[in-house]
């Protein structure tokens, strides 16, 4: 079986000046699904049933916004992540910021992994006001 390689995110360059890419599976699967919940849905224009309803979560109060937030995810990996089982998702607002933890299995398989996803706030031309530090 051939080894999975993909781009490495954030998006970076190597020392040769080449688009960096990452061979850890791990890390693959993590940034698939942070892309995934993470895009609106019709945003992609070849691809406008890709994504999630996350961002309706934006202006309800905390459990109305863990409850959307927990039925997205759900949505996403049932369209997306057919082999991924999705075992739990857990919501927080933390800073008034809402981040959560999305954990999964690969398959049937017990072993859980996790990705927390989290958020910053940005001035119009792409500067950090905001940092929520990623943990990783």
């Known amino acids: 079986m051939a080894e999975e390689r993909a781009i490495s995110l954030p998006f970076s360059f190597n020392s040769a000046g080449e688009v960096a890419y990452t061979t850890d599976l791990k ?3 993590q940034d698939r699904v942070v892309l995934a919940v993470m895009t ?3 945003e992609r224009v070849m691809r406008p049933n890709f994504g999630s309803d996350v961002y309706d979560s934006l202006f309800e109060n905390q459990s109305t916004a ?5 039925q997205a995810v759900a949505s996403c990996f049932a369209s997306w992540f057919p082999y991924l089982s999705l075992r739990s998702v857990k919501a ?3 800073d008034e910021v809402l ?3 999305v954990y999964y299995s690969k398959g049937k398989g017990n ?4 990705v927390n996803v989290k958020t910053s706030l940005l001035t ?6 905001k940092e929520i530090s ?3």
Do not use: M
Request: hydrophobic fraction near 40%.
């Open 27 to 29: 890390k693959i699967i």
């Open 40 to 42: 609106k849905l019709q």
């Open 66 to 70: 863990e409850s959307i937030v927990n």
């Open 92 to 94: 927080s607002l933390v």
């Open 99 to 101: 981040e959560f933890d």
């Open 111 to 114: 072993d859980i992994e996790a």
């Open 124 to 129: 119009r031309a792409g500067d950090t006001i």
């Open 134 to 136: 990623n943990g990783r």
